[in-house]
């Protein structure tokens, strides 16, 4: 299985904006859903923002009104915009492809993870 590569990370003011994208490789890509996590230091990785197949899309309460999940289904791509970032929005930040919904909750595949872009946010 091919994994998502992130890129678009780096180290930004508060009150700043990113927009990380993630490629990925599979030919079954408009049919699948999407998830992007985060990883802060010492902490566990948690779910930020999913988006199903149909586009149907989902937050994590502390960024809510702030970032934005999207697809490109003619590129194989999704994005989070991300506005407004604060510092504790700082993380690894990752891709998952092809995970399942249930009781409306994305769950991740996990055979389907990025590298990860790290995201700094200076306060």
């Known amino acids: 299985q091919v994994q998502p590569v992130e890129s678009g990370g780096g180290l930004v003011q508060a009150g700043g904006s990113l927009r990380l994208s993630c490629a990925v490789g599979r030919n079954d890509f408009s049919r699948i859903h999407m998830g992007w996590y985060r990883q802060p230091p010492g902490n566990q990785r948690e779910l930020v923002a999913s988006i199903s197949s149909f586009g149907t899309t989902k937050y994590v309460d502390s960024v809510t009104d702030r970032f934005t999940i999207s697809r490109d289904n003619d590129k194989n791509t999704v994005y989070l915009q991300m506005n407004n970032l604060k510092a504790e929005d700082t993380a690894v930040y990752y891709c998952?492809?092809?995970?399942?919904?249930?009781?409306?909750?994305?769950?991740?595949?996990?055979?389907?993870w990025g590298r990860g872009t790290q995201v700094t946010v200076s306060s």
């Open positions: 998952n492809a092809g995970g399942s919904y249930v009781t409306g909750r994305y769950y991740a595949n996990i055979r389907s």
